[in-house]
């Protein structure tokens, strides 16, 4: 924010590639930032007592899903904001930037509840297990790490069309996790034992 990325001399990137490129950045951090992925195991032993409570399973991973989307899109947002107060951002960059996060934020938020949902791990005594060494952690983050890695791979200046392909992406596959929440997802919810 205080000095100009131009007038680094180390730093083997200009103030227009990153510019250019800053959507791609919050796309590849995002798909990083998955708390979803261990918020079913989180409940541990007492896992019982979510199961017990009068609440549909679609109340309960609407709720995950929410609270990990809702801080993945405060703090990238507040990010964009000081963005644009040191780089003087266009409309089109903040636009296409906005669009990715949330797509991009809702998609990770339900692709981290689903795998752990699919690999639970309820039998831990330190919650660094289930956040840091669970398989659903593992696999959320390998993901998002080559998802991020290949939507960076592709030559994203050349083409305009590239990010609004990347938001219908992540929306069809939101939608996709959506309906598998909603159809398969509470039978393999009523099956989780401790």
């Known amino acids: 924010m205080f000095v100009s990325i131009d007038s680094l001399k180390n730093i083997p990137i200009t103030e227009d590639i990153l ?7 919050y796309v590849f951090l995002i798909l990083l930032s998955s708390t ?3 918020l079913i195991s989180i409940e541990g032993k007492n896992f019982y007592i979510l199961k017990m409570l009068p609440l ?13 989307f809702l801080l993945i899109v405060a703090s990238s947002l507040v990010s964009l904001i000081l963005f644009n107060i040191s780089l003087n951002l266009s409309l ?4 296409e930037a906005v669009l990715l996060i949330f797509a991009s934020g809702l998609f990770i938020s339900l ?8 690999f639970p791990t309820f039998s831990w005594k330190s919650e660094i297990k289930v956040i840091k060494q669970s398989a ?12 991020g890695l290949y939507i960076f791979s592709n030559d994203y200046v050349s083409n305009n069309f590239y990010i609004y392909l990347l938001i219908v992406i992540f929306g069809v596959l939101s939608l996709i996790l959506i309906l598998f929440l909603q159809v398969v997802g509470p039978k393999i919810y ?5």
């Open 19 to 25: 510019i250019n490129y800053l959507p791609l950045i």
């Open 36 to 38: 979803t992925s261990s």
């Open 56 to 68: 549909k399973f679609s109340t309960i991973w609407a709720s995950k899903v929410l609270s990990n």
């Open 92 to 95: 089109k960059i903040n636009i």
């Open 111 to 118: 692709y981290g509840l689903v795998i752990n949902l699919l």
């Open 136 to 147: 659903a952690s593992f696999i959320t983050i390998i993901t998002g790490l080559i998802m």
């Open 190 to 194: 009523a099956k989780l034992q401790i």
